[in-house]
């Protein structure tokens, strides 16, 4: 993956932050999303890994998380099902999309990691 972070800007803080809570806190255009994808995407291609990626909205799901997801991931992305809101890894590992437009979907899965833009 060509992953462009500044391992010593913020983006590069969050990313290698090992604690298992992390949150990248910032304005308009600081680059929250993009460093979500690619922590998401380090935890997603590991084997059998089932992780959650929650945007407040759905266009904002679609428009900014996935589409910024996809892209950064797209060489270990095996499988995308839109209608499910689904990505499958080739390792395995599986990203659930989902909006926080109503709470109620987002119980239930046991889960491996989240990712909330």
């Not at 997603?44 to 997801?69: E, H, I, N, Q």
Request: with cysteine.
């Amino acid at each position: 993956m060509d992953i462009k972070i500044d391992l010593y800007g913020k983006q590069g803080k969050f990313f290698m932050c090992a604690d298992r809570f992390s949150a990248f806190v910032g304005g308009i255009g600081s680059g929250k999303t993009y460093a979500g994808a690619v922590k998401a995407a380090e935890f997603a291609v590991k084997p059998g890994s089932l992780g959650l990626a929650v945007a407040p909205t759905y266009p904002m799901l679609k428009d900014a998380s996935m589409r910024s997801f996809v892209e950064l991931a797209d060489p270990a992305i095996e499988k995308i099902n839109k209608s499910d809101m689904t990505v499958q890894m080739r390792g395995g590992g599986e990203v659930l999309f989902r909006s926080a437009d109503n709470p109620n979907r987002l119980r239930g899965p046991n889960l491996h990691w989240a990712w909330i833009d």
